[in-house]
């Protein structure tokens, strides 16, 4: 029932207060991403790069968490292997809400180059945890992990959370 | 006593020291390349996103057979000569074969620059961009057509019905050859079974 | 019937003062993805357990399943962090068993690259071990170094880690123009940030604290296990592939194998591995400085590509000097453009293989700095 | 003797001007603390020839205040496992310890939120509030890497406690006080009358400069080792233990240890400056001094201190648990002491 009664609300997006208040909250969260310090395979040297002077991935208001409680989205860099893929589930149910997951190269989008043959290769993070954004490359150059950092940051400032509306409007 | 004590000087001296060598970066220009803003210029080989020039593509699938990791699918057909629409390939002939198909998926791409390698016509080629991250896998997936659906299947009855025509005008003339007294070779048995087993 | 040994631990071993600690397979420095059961008794470590199997890839059963130049991007992804190293003994492999004649320029450039691609290993391996002992600032300057280096290899092949450059009997690309004045450039760099780093990490003295004395891996111990690669060098086995076996053109180069004297400690300990790294970077830097002059200026490098790869049937086994150390292919072909086998020897596997023997009786934060001065990569240990 | 607190000369003593006198450091932490995290970032970005946050604002001024924003929106996760009361309790019983220092930290002739008598005694009590917090937090999260920190932490405390308090007692000797607003007044009429250059007197202080600026040195060795910065993480040890005791914790528990970390370093950084740096006081003597001044000096004084403990962090690798005891019990004690010694003997010489 209530959540008819929100469908009807004549008022999207909340009124100019809550709109305001929901604008303020996203884009703390879409600015203060803090992302959980997790390699797997080939992404995460390019990954450390990224975080080097050269790119400097700070630059968007992250910091590495070591601890995925303290995480507020996850890069899945390289191939998730079927040994690891419930540590990674269990990795992202143990992360707070709101969480995020960035799917980064080949390997973690769809198998990549172990799709077909990689008997022990999971073909891709999407089958165990939900993703948002995915990167393509192999692996990606550090510019593309920022653009999907972008692309992220976009997302997030669109998420309604007073008014689910919009969200079923945007979808 | 006396190392105990050199022991502790050399750990206050290395430790200012490194502190010096910090303190020197800490005025020295920053080597950042701001992203959105500034970009770094790639070389023009760079391996990055992978992009088809229809106008070029043979349906060779070269590309295809190159890959290691088959993300690339290719399908053509050959160009009926009583097709009313004719086209010039970017080389200057006409096309003899129009792609029906061609799917290349980038969500399992490795980015090895084989299949670049392998194009006899320079159509599939890594550009620069690397700048298509995107919300959901399917815009990975990259499908090229010239063709809508509905030419495909047409170019498809097009070619058939050539080659019917062809075939019955290859019958015809074999049948004249036979009442004409000349012997005729079975030609058609041997590639036949040679595809067969390719496959 | 023998019986199969079990490796995890027993729980109903443990007495009540021992805890038990999942090191990984998420864990900020275990470099990638590798599990280490550990016992502690309070912070002294008594037993440790790598797990494996995190990243496997399924590397040998690609290699089964295709044809021999798109194994090239498989074995690039093994060792990820020096693919172009990775890629020389295959290709080398391949060209004996050809018989083709590697023109002399693509020989200098396959060695130039080599050994760019050697220091950025090494830059890697420094600078990490140097962030599992905290210090963070040295881990960003190398890898401000690095990624000159990266450049240079970007611009020949066209990618900025897996490279795919190699090809049987020649390149894929030839040199650009500048890139002797580029690799000198980097060489410089290289050379300057080495002389920082030693006063900012190497011999600060609570990174000799730290890393001194610790891991101590004698040189019994270490050919016992087949260690190679700067985990043999820093015990003082001078034992290195490109001086006691040369390959390629490494016999015109005039260079020294550096090895642990432990100027600090022991040797064989973190530290002597650690500066073994060092060192290496500085004799790279003279081999490339060698190279760059002795290269032919003319010479056709993309040229002698055959077109079809179908080597007879046999089997060729070729090691070379990785930059973790020996990394040999042993190839069986059986007459198709399909390998019948090829079986990776990989030098972090195998120098993985210590570190249950030098840990025990360290304490638990000096696990983590043995782990780091092993300098393993994951690609190549799961496979 | 007059008051030592402006507010109270303001408003009187009534329930508004207590609440004020309390309200007043609060605000002065959460606004320090933001400035704090950006100085962090932007500092270590500077050592690594990098910028830091550059796209939250203009310069990434913002970007505190939207870690803060992002932090209160979290999900507040207490673990099936963990002993509930002690898990929740742990952020603020570490918060309260580095808050309640704040009572006697004199910012200026005119404020200091409590002026007691036994302040150095007061802040070293209050210290050893976040040993209690860190323990509870790290066992109360049934977490091995938690359990392993919070033991490691309170080592380090017991450890470090000593050699500060010793080097905190040889300036009580020498000032006969342990009032920081006394202490501070004492240092007045410029730099060289600062107890890090061996206090106000003649010139036969030349000879007490070796101890007290030793001494100076080894408090805040101590000091970082208590406020669990880099040399001396081992508690946190971020390659080591994950995140050592704040594993578990997330959202605004977790940015609770946050403010407290940033609030310690300003608690001793406070104490460094009061007792050698000359506290309120102007370095120039009675050039800027004043009420208004005396403020801007203590907090760019110890805002000097904060950010010398972010270069070190920077800089330096971390100590094992084992040299950390050792460099506690057996370097800066025995120096410690024997600067005391020292200290005490010339105070005795010149009071004779």
């Given at each position: 029932?209530?959540?008819?009664?929100?469908?009807?609300?004549?008022?999207?997006?909340?009124?100019?207060?809550?709109?305001?208040?929901?604008?303020?909250?996203?884009?703390?969260?879409?600015?203060?991403?803090?992302?959980?310090?997790?390699?797997?395979a080939c992404c995460?040297?390019e990954?450390?790069?990224?975080?080097?002077?050269?790119?400097?991935?700070?630059?968007?208001?992250?910091?590495?968490?070591?601890?995925?409680?303290?995480?507020?989205?996850?890069?899945?860099?390289g191939t998730?292997?079927?040994?690891?893929?419930?540590?990674?589930?269990?990795?992202?149910?143990?992360?707070?809400?709101?969480?995020?997951?960035?799917s980064v190269g080949s390997c973690s989008n769809s198998g990549g180059p172990y799709w077909e043959h990689g008997y022990?290769v999971l073909k891709g993070v999407d089958r165990?945890?939900?993703v948002?954004v995915y990167i393509p490359g192999c692996p990606p150059r550090p510019e593309a992990f920022?653009e999907g950092?972008?692309k992220?940051?976009?997302?997030?400032?669109?998420?309604?959370?007073?008014?689910?509306?919009?969200?079923?409007?945007?979808? | 006593?006396?190392?105990?004590?050199?022991?502790?000087?050399?750990?206050?001296?290395?430790?200012?020291?490194?502190?010096?060598?910090?303190?020197?970066?800490?005025?020295?220009?920053?080597?950042?390349?701001?992203?959105?803003?500034?970009k770094f210029d790639l070389p023009a080989n760079a391996r990055n996103k992978l992009v088809l020039d229809m106008s070029r593509c043979n349906a060779c699938t070269a590309c295809a057979i190159a890959c290691p990791v088959n993300c690339i699918t290719v399908e053509g057909v050959r160009v009926s000569p009583e097709d009313p629409h004719q086209e010039v390939h970017a080389d200057g002939k006409p096309r003899k074969v129009w792609v029906t198909r061609y799917e290349m998926d980038l969500a399992k791409c490795c980015f090895c620059g084989l299949c670049q390698a392998a194009c006899p016509s320079d159509a599939i080629k890594h550009t620069q961009d690397f700048e298509y991250s995107a919300y959901n896998k399917e815009s990975l997936y990259f499908k090229y057509q010239i063709l809508t659906p509905e030419q495909s299947a047409e170019k498809v009855r097009l070619l058939a019905e050539f080659k019917e025509k062809e075939a019955a005008a290859k019958a015809a003339a074999a049948e004249k050859a036979?009442?004409?007294?000349k012997?005729v070779a079975p030609k058609k048995a041997a590639p036949k079974a040679d595809e067969a087993s390719e496959q | 019937?023998?019986?199969?040994?079990?490796?995890?631990?027993?729980?109903?071993?443990?007495?009540?003062?021992?805890?038990?600690?999942?090191?990984?397979?998420?864990?900020?420095?275990?470099?990638?993805?590798?599990?280490?059961?550990?016992?502690?008794?309070?912070?002294?470590?008594?037993?440790?357990?790598?797990?494996?199997?995190?990243?496997?890839r399924s590397f040998e059963k690609h290699c089964e399943k295709m044809t021999f130049p798109q194994i090239i991007p498989y074995i690039d992804r093994m060792?990820y962090?020096?693919a172009m190293?990775n890629e020389w003994?295959y290709v080398m492999a391949l060209e004996k068993m050809l018989d083709v004649k590697v023109p002399?320029k693509v020989?200098?450039i396959r060695?130039?690259v080599?050994?760019?691609?050697?220091?950025?290993?090494?830059?890697?391996?420094?600078?990490?071990?140097?962030?599992?002992?905290?210090?963070?600032?040295?881990?960003?300057?190398?890898?401000?170094?690095?990624?000159?280096?990266i450049w240079i290899l970007e611009r020949l092949s066209g990618a900025r880690l897996l490279y795919n450059y190699f090809r049987v009997g020649g390149m894929a690309a030839d040199i650009y123009p500048g890139f002797?004045?580029?690799?000198?450039?980097?060489?410089?760099?290289?050379?300057?940030?080495?002389?920082?780093?030693?006063?900012?990490?190497?011999?600060?003295?609570?990174?000799?604290?730290?890393?001194?004395?610790?891991?101590?891996?004698?040189?019994?111990?270490?050919?016992?296990?087949?260690?190679?690669?700067?985990?043999?060098?820093?015990?003082?086995?001078?034992?290195?592939?490109?001086?006691?076996?040369?390959?390629?053109?490494?016999?015109?180069?005039?260079?020294?194998?550096?090895?642990?004297?432990?100027?600090?400690?022991?040797?064989?300990?973190?530290?002597?591995?650690?500066?073994?790294?060092?060192?290496?970077?500085?004799?790279?830097?003279?081999?490339?400085?060698?190279?760059?002059?002795?290269?032919?200026?003319e010479g056709d490098v993309t040229g002698g590509v055959p077109r079809r790869i179908k080597p007879p049937k046999?089997?060729?086994?070729?090691?070379?000097?990785?930059?973790?150390?020996?990394?040999?292919f042993?190839l069986v072909t059986n007459g198709t453009d399909k390998p019948e086998r090829l079986?990776?020897?990989?030098?972090?596997?195998?120098?993985?293989?210590?570190?249950?023997?030098?840990?025990?009786?360290?304490?638990?934060?000096?696990?983590?700095?043995?782990?780091?001065?092993?300098?393993?990569?994951?690609?190549?240990?799961?496979? | 003797?007059?008051?030592?607190?402006?507010?109270?000369?303001?408003?009187?003593?009534?329930?508004?001007?207590?609440?004020?006198?309390?309200?007043?450091?609060?605000?002065?932490?959460?606004?320090?603390?933001?400035?704090?995290?950006?100085?962090?970032?932007?500092?270590?970005?500077?050592?690594?020839?990098?910028?830091?946050?550059?796209?939250?604002?203009?310069?990434?001024?913002?970007?505190?205040?939207?870690?803060?924003?992002?932090?209160?929106?979290?999900?507040?996760?207490?673990?099936?496992?963990?002993?509930?009361?002690?898990?929740?309790?742990?952020?603020?019983?570490?918060?309260?310890?580095?808050?309640?220092?704040?009572?006697?930290?004199?910012?200026?002739?005119?404020?200091?939120?409590?002026?007691?008598?036994?302040?150095?005694?007061?802040?070293?009590?209050?210290?050893?509030?976040?040993?209690?917090?860190?323990?509870?937090?790290?066992?109360?999260?049934?977490?091995?890497?938690?359990?392993?920190?919070?033991?490691?932490?309170?080592?380090?405390?017991?450890?470090?406690?000593?050699?500060?308090?010793?080097?905190?007692?040889?300036?009580?000797?020498?000032?006969?006080?342990?009032?920081?607003?006394?202490?501070?007044?004492?240092?007045?009429?410029?730099?060289?009358?600062?107890?890090?250059?061996?206090?106000?007197?003649?010139?036969?202080?030349?000879?007490?400069?070796?101890?007290?600026?030793?001494?100076?040195?080894?408090?805040?060795?101590?000091?970082?080792?208590?406020?669990?910065?880099?040399?001396?993480?081992?508690?946190?040890?971020?390659?080591?233990?994950?995140?050592?005791?704040?594993?578990?914790?997330?959202?605004?528990?977790?940015?609770?240890?946050?403010?407290?970390?940033?609030?310690?370093?300003?608690?001793?950084?406070?104490?460094?400056?009061?007792?050698?740096?000359?506290?309120?006081?102007?370095?120039?003597?009675?050039?800027?001094?004043?009420?208004?001044?005396?403020?801007?000096?203590?907090?760019?004084?110890?805002?000097?201190?904060?950010?010398?403990?972010?270069?070190?962090?920077?800089?330096?690798?971390?100590?094992?648990?084992?040299?950390?005891?050792?460099?506690?019990?057996?370097?800066?004690?025995?120096?410690?002491?024997?600067?005391?010694?020292?200290?005490?003997?010339?105070?005795?010489?010149?009071?004779?």
């Amino acid at each position: 029932m209530g959540l008819l009664n929100r469908l009807d609300d004549p008022y999207e997006g909340g009124g100019i207060v809550l709109g305001k208040i929901e604008e303020l909250l996203n884009w703390g969260r879409s600015k203060s991403d803090w992302y959980l310090h997790f390699g797997l395979a080939c992404c995460a040297i390019e990954f450390m790069a990224m975080n080097a002077s050269h790119f400097d991935f700070m630059r968007f208001g992250t910091i590495p968490r070591t601890s995925p409680r303290q995480a507020d989205f996850i890069m899945v860099t390289g191939t998730v292997t079927f040994k690891m893929a419930e540590r990674i589930k269990i990795l992202y149910e143990q992360m707070a809400e709101p969480k995020y997951v960035i799917s980064v190269g080949s390997c973690s989008n769809s198998g990549g180059p172990y799709w077909e043959h990689g008997y022990h290769v999971l073909k891709g993070v999407d089958r165990i945890i939900p993703v948002d954004v995915y990167i393509p490359g192999c692996p990606p150059r550090p510019e593309a992990f920022e653009e999907g950092m972008m692309k992220l940051q976009e997302k997030i400032n669109k998420q309604a959370i007073f008014n689910k509306r919009k969200l079923l409007g945007t979808e | 006593m006396s190392s105990y004590l050199k022991n502790v000087w050399a750990g206050f001296y290395t430790a200012v020291k490194g502190m010096m060598i910090t303190s020197r970066h800490m005025f020295k220009k920053s080597v950042t390349i701001q992203y959105p803003d500034e970009k770094f210029d790639l070389p023009a080989n760079a391996r990055n996103k992978l992009v088809l020039d229809m106008s070029r593509c043979n349906a060779c699938t070269a590309c295809a057979i190159a890959c290691p990791v088959n993300c690339i699918t290719v399908e053509g057909v050959r160009v009926s000569p009583e097709d009313p629409h004719q086209e010039v390939h970017a080389d200057g002939k006409p096309r003899k074969v129009w792609v029906t198909r061609y799917e290349m998926d980038l969500a399992k791409c490795c980015f090895c620059g084989l299949c670049q390698a392998a194009c006899p016509s320079d159509a599939i080629k890594h550009t620069q961009d690397f700048e298509y991250s995107a919300y959901n896998k399917e815009s990975l997936y990259f499908k090229y057509q010239i063709l809508t659906p509905e030419q495909s299947a047409e170019k498809v009855r097009l070619l058939a019905e050539f080659k019917e025509k062809e075939a019955a005008a290859k019958a015809a003339a074999a049948e004249k050859a036979a009442t004409e007294g000349k012997p005729v070779a079975p030609k058609k048995a041997a590639p036949k079974a040679d595809e067969a087993s390719e496959q | 019937m023998t019986e199969i040994k079990r490796y995890d631990l027993e729980y109903s071993q443990l007495d009540s003062d021992r805890m038990r600690i999942n090191v990984g397979p998420q864990h900020p420095s275990t470099h990638g993805v590798l599990r280490l059961e550990v016992e502690v008794d309070g912070e002294i470590v008594t037993e440790v357990v790598p797990h494996l199997g995190y990243l496997h890839r399924s590397f040998e059963k690609h290699c089964e399943k295709m044809t021999f130049p798109q194994i090239i991007p498989y074995i690039d992804r093994m060792d990820y962090i020096s693919a172009m190293n990775n890629e020389w003994p295959y290709v080398m492999a391949l060209e004996k068993m050809l018989d083709v004649k590697v023109p002399e320029k693509v020989e200098f450039i396959r060695v130039i690259v080599a050994e760019l691609n050697r220091l950025a290993n090494h830059q890697i391996a420094v600078a990490t071990f140097g962030m599992d002992a905290g210090a963070f600032t040295p881990f960003l300057y190398y890898f401000r170094d690095r990624e000159s280096i990266i450049w240079i290899l970007e611009r020949l092949s066209g990618a900025r880690l897996l490279y795919n450059y190699f090809r049987v009997g020649g390149m894929a690309a030839d040199i650009y123009p500048g890139f002797k004045e580029d690799c000198l450039e980097v060489v410089k760099k290289v050379r300057k940030t080495n002389e920082e780093i030693m006063d900012l990490l190497i011999h600060n003295n609570i990174f000799i604290k730290r890393t001194a004395n610790v891991g101590v891996l004698t040189p019994e111990v270490a050919i016992n296990f087949a260690c190679s690669g700067p985990v043999l060098r820093g015990s003082g086995v001078k034992f290195d592939l490109r001086k006691d076996e040369p390959y390629s053109v490494y016999d015109r180069f005039d260079f020294d194998v550096p090895v642990g004297v432990g100027e600090v400690g022991v040797v064989g300990d973190c530290w002597n591995r650690n500066m073994v790294r060092m060192k290496e970077m500085e004799q790279s830097c003279r081999i490339i400085e060698q190279a760059l002059e002795m290269m032919p200026e003319e010479g056709d490098v993309t040229g002698g590509v055959p077109r079809r790869i179908k080597p007879p049937k046999g089997e060729m086994y070729i090691r070379t000097e990785n930059p973790k150390g020996e990394l040999g292919f042993y190839l069986v072909t059986n007459g198709t453009d399909k390998p019948e086998r090829l079986k990776a020897r990989g030098p972090s596997f195998v120098n993985l293989s210590v570190i249950p023997e030098i840990s025990k009786g360290y304490m638990f934060a000096d696990l983590i700095l043995i782990l780091g001065s092993i300098d393993i990569v994951l690609g190549e240990v799961d496979r | 003797m007059e008051s030592t607190n402006f507010i109270w000369d303001l408003m009187g003593k009534n329930l508004w001007s207590v609440v004020a006198v309390i309200s007043l450091p609060l605000i002065f932490v959460l606004i320090y603390a933001l400035v704090a995290i950006l100085a962090e970032l932007k500092v270590s970005a500077w050592i690594q020839e990098r910028l830091g946050p550059m796209r939250t604002g203009p310069w990434g001024i913002l970007q505190p205040i939207a870690e803060v924003i992002k932090l209160l929106q979290k999900e507040d996760i207490t673990p099936t496992a963990a002993s509930k009361i002690l898990f929740n309790l742990a952020p603020y019983v570490i918060f309260t310890g580095a808050y309640a220092a704040f009572a006697v930290i004199p910012f200026s002739e005119a404020y200091a939120p409590a002026n007691i008598n036994v302040g150095l005694f007061y802040i070293f009590a209050v210290g050893s509030f976040s040993a209690i917090g860190i323990v509870m937090g790290g066992w109360a999260s049934n977490n091995k890497y938690s359990l392993m920190g919070a033991m490691r932490s309170v080592s380090q405390v017991i450890s470090y406690e000593i050699p500060a308090a010793v080097a905190v007692l040889a300036v009580v000797v020498l000032t006969s006080s342990m009032n920081m607003m006394e202490i501070s007044r004492m240092q007045e009429g410029g730099f060289w009358n600062w107890y890090i250059f061996g206090g106000p007197g003649g010139w036969t202080k030349i000879f007490m400069i070796p101890f007290t600026l030793t001494l100076a040195i080894i408090y805040f060795i101590a000091s970082l080792a208590e406020t669990n910065r880099l040399p001396f993480d081992i508690p946190e040890g971020e390659s080591e233990l994950v995140a050592g005791f704040h594993t578990e914790y997330s959202g605004m528990k977790f940015a609770m240890f946050f403010f407290a970390e940033y609030a310690n370093m300003f608690v001793v950084a406070a104490v460094v400056t009061t007792i050698f740096l000359g506290g309120w006081t102007s370095p120039f003597g009675s050039f800027l001094a004043g009420a208004g001044w005396g403020a801007f000096w203590f907090i760019l004084k110890s805002m000097f201190v904060v950010f010398l403990q972010i270069w070190i962090r920077w800089t330096l690798p971390r100590f094992r648990v084992d040299q950390l005891m050792y460099i506690g019990w057996k370097v800066l004690l025995p120096i410690s002491l024997v600067c005391f010694i020292a200290i005490s003997f010339f105070s005795l010489l010149n009071l004779g």
